[in-house]
């Protein structure tokens, strides 16, 4: 079954690229741009990656970024990925990215977006490997500053599908942002965010009808309401499951109480993905194996979840059956 995992041909939908910032290049990076960062060795780093909750894995990652300055360690840190999705069989990835953790200390959009957008044209071209960008509003911060960064990317509109909203959940809802939903919803972009990760289900609603969005990142607190996940399941809504990061940030005590089979079960429409792989102890299949060793999950769910990450991708529909079809020779290969 793991050696099954790992040939299965997958998508991934809720990877942070900041997030898979590994530490052996946030020391090379520091070492090269002259900035300090609090760890003496890659061990040091490690320990540190001991996390009690959201916000106390946001204060490490945010202070990890700093590193990142020219447009070169942005194409270096998207290479590293693409590597890992080769080794992963992700043959479709789409990628967040937080322009505002970087603009804000004086990087511009375009060094970003760049070399982002380079690494992934290298990745179609070596590998076949297609993608997608992703661009999320920090919820910390005001929907001003948000609105602000709308502007800033519209010149890069061909470079991104939609927008996002991550970063601290706890006491920044949904509805903070709904301005700058509409605007980009107006301005053609696909609808994401983070939903019920920590917070409670009126985060959910609030992402659902006040943000109208195309699909939400976590929502593992939906199993909260009958109602809500009778609404899920009817609009067939993805959810993008991360269990490792639910894992690492206590969202579940541990693996055997993560509910994500009991979400599959009951008709939702969810994927697993890594979120933030450099710091939640492994990548896509890492998870899926977790998920495999810790809730007897079937060869017929694995295949379910797989199916679903590509249905729900923003790419085009004959693009999503020709990629089924490679799950399905694998699947065909591995009968039995
Ligand atoms: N939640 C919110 N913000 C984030 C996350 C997450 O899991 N990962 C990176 N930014
Ligand atoms: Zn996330």
């Known amino acids: 079954m793991i050696e099954f995992i790992k040939k299965l041909p997958k998508a991934e939908l809720h990877l942070h690229i900041e997030g898979s910032l590994e530490p052996e290049l946030m020391f090379r990076l ?3 741009n ?3 960062i609090p760890y003496k060795n890659v061990d040091d780093v490690k320990k540190a990656y001991e996390f009690s909750n959201l916000q106390s894995f946001l204060d490490i990652y945010y202070a990890g970024a700093k590193v990142l300055i020219t447009t070169e360690d942005f194409y270096d840190l998207t290479w590293d990925y693409i590597l890992k999705c080769v080794k992963n069989n992700i043959i479709h990835t789409e990628i967040f990215f937080d ?3 970087h603009t804000s200390r004086g990087i511009s959009f375009e060094t970003i977006i760049r070399g982002i957008k ?8 070596k590998f076949g490997i297609t993608s997608q960008i992703i661009m999320c509003f920090l919820r910390h911060l005001s929907q001003d500053d948000a609105l602000k960064t709308l502007d800033e990317a519209l ?5 991104i599908i939609g927008v996002g909203l991550d970063s601290s959940e706890l006491g920044n809802p949904p509805s903070k942002f709904e301005d700058v939903f509409k605007k980009a919803e107006k301005e053609g972009f696909k609808l994401v965010a983070h939903a019920g990760e920590e917070a409670d289900i009126s985060y959910i609603y609030e992402a659902l009808d006040l943000l109208h969005i195309h699909r939400m990142d976590h929502g593992v607190q939906s199993i909260k309401s009958d109602e809500l996940m009778q609404r899920l399941k009817e609009e067939q809504i993805p959810l993008t499951v991360c269990p ?3 894992i690492e940030l206590k969202v579940f005590e541990n693996y055997k109480e993560h509910n994500i089979k ?3 079960d009951f008709g939702l429409n969810i994927t697993v993905n890594s979120d933030d792989p450099a710091y939640f102890k492994g990548y896509l299949n890492q998870n899926f194996i977790n998920l495999y060793e810790n809730l007897e999950l079937s060869k017929k769910d694995i295949i379910k979840l797989v199916k679903n990450s590509f249905n729900s991708s923003f790419i085009s529909d004959e693009l999503k059956h020709e990629y089924i079809k490679k799950v399905e020779e694998v699947v065909r290969l591995y009968k039995g």
Not at 118 to 125: G, K, Q, V, Y
Not at 155 to 159: A, L, N, S, V
């Open 34 to 36: 002259d900035i300090e």
């Open 155 to 159: 010149p890069f509109k061909d470079d």
């Open 30 to 32: 520091a070492q090269k």
């Open 244 to 246: 490792n990061s639910n």
């Open 99 to 101: 322009p505002q953790t």
């Open 262 to 264: 009991k979400l599959l």
């Open 118 to 125: 380079e690494a992934l044209i290298d990745a179609n071209s």
